[in-house]
């Protein structure tokens, strides 16, 4: 029996992060449910902010804001909105937001340059934030981590991803995994149970950003399908519209930057308190030269300076859904929101009235992400094989099936003894037998596993579908399958023992089939996917060749040259050699509705010959 020491690498646990613009968080899934960790103050939420002002390693959260309004232009909040963009792509309006100033780094990169002449990057400033969360984790959990799943907004580019993992290369975390922040929303909200088809629009109004994301899912994934928002958008320009409203009824005139941060500051209190309460008494004590300010605010008046912005969102959301070829708003099946400012009942409101949903509630709306990607990281980390040695199965076990996919008969970590079975039949018309090829691995690929033994079935000629075998795998105490194959027509039993290999395999072995079949999750999927669309297209295009040399000639030209055109599309991405799976899919379904009035016709042909 191995030693845990030996696990180490491969065993260490994975923890979930958000790195967010305003404000990010860190989970990780602990006995089975993700869990966010907060830390020594009891904070879940770590505000996006890190300080240079003083010498020394930077603040980061919570102190820096603080010293944000002391220093302002040493300390750099948002640094997301920067991460992995060139200087040449900043707007002037994007140069002038920032109380901190925004130069080009040698790279064509953004740079900040701060008041000692040192230069900061986005990259470092986000590694400050990472590596915050990281030692959170780490002392809660009393153990080192070093790798991370993190979220990015669905829009990232691949250089804003690249950067990303930068940052976090920089703060010595290894990122196992980039997810959206919307489908980690969804995972969140337990979402990845839906059926297929069924659409999931994300809401996140955040601190400075918006995003709409339109989900779908499809073979068991999400897919997002459309995107929209507005990066200048989000509870910052709430509270903008509230502070300008206070400095324009007391008659503050021109503000310093660090009034500015100030009345900015109590303006956010004032927003996030109008949430729960109809009044908030907003009071700037020694505010200018002395002087002290107090104010009644009234939800109301709130709502009243924020509903062109909120209605912004409602303008975006609907043009998201017409690009998502989404006929309205209220078609989705699900509407989830996230980030923090959508605890503004103005906006729950108003959203529920566009969409004609109830939106779900159920999560922190500022930490559904967070909780998302610990739920996958902890996914991740629980496909590799836990300390304890329980009699389990170490790989899953099945048979080839047609097209050289794996099909599972025994997942791996299956208690032993353990049996289970299914039915098969041909595939092909008049196939003389079945070739039962045993497989141990987790790859999706057959030829990517390792193959334990072949038994071969033989069964009488017969049209496709119309053979029987079941197949049955059987593992006892000592760890040996036996395989059981029967051709139920004929009773007949065919029968493969395989020792010991079943279960006992070198630990190593294990460790690398496991974590290369995580390495290799997304191609292997996209390889399924697109073996199942090939054996589509292969039944399809002899049927329609044939079809056409039958009854062809009854169609009209339009449709002739409909079908001709949606077989030439399936037999280029078929020869194309990318293995686009889901444009062939697509095509597959296009030739199948190309080829309706075809089929009937076929029927027709078939009776009147009767
Ligand atoms: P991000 O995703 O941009 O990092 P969050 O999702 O954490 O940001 O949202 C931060 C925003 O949410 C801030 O503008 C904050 O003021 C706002 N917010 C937080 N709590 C409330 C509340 N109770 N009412 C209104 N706004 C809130
Ligand atoms: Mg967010």
Redesign the pocket.
Known sequence: MSESTSLSTTDELIIGI?L??????VGVVDSGFPIILADAQGDR?TP?VVSYAAPGSPQVGRPALRSASAAPSATIA?A?RYLGRPFSDLSNEELAAPPFRLVARKDGGIGFAMPDSTLATPEEASAEVLSHLKKVAEEVLETEVNRAVITVPAYFNNSQREATKAAAAKAGLTVERIIN?PTAAALAYGLDKLDDDQTVAVY??????FDLSVLQMRDGLFEVIATAGDTQL???D??AALAASVAEELKLGELSPEESTKLMAEA?KA??????SETYPLRLPFFREGESYELELTRDRFDAEISELVNRTGSICRRAFAEAGQKGVDTIDHLIL???????PQVQQKLKEWFGHEPNLSQH??EA?ALGAAIQAGILCGRVRSIVLVDVTPLSLGIETFGGLMNVIIPRNSTIPAKAGELFTNAVTNQPGMAIRVLQGEREMAKDNWLLGDIEVPFSPGPKGSARVGVQFAIDRDGILEVLARDTATGEDHLLEIRNSAVDVDDDEVEKMVSESVDYAFDDMNERVWTEAKLKSEELLPAVEMAMAQVGESLDEAEAAEIAEAATLVRSILEGGTHDAVALKAANKTLDAATQTLAALLVEAAFSEM
């Open positions: 958000d967010g613009t305003t404000n990010s968080l939420l996006s948002s997301k922040e996140d109004l955040g601190g400075g950003t989000g509870g910052d709430f509270d956010r927003k996030e308190a109008l949430s729960e996230v980030g923090g400012s959508t605890r503004v709306p500022d992400v």
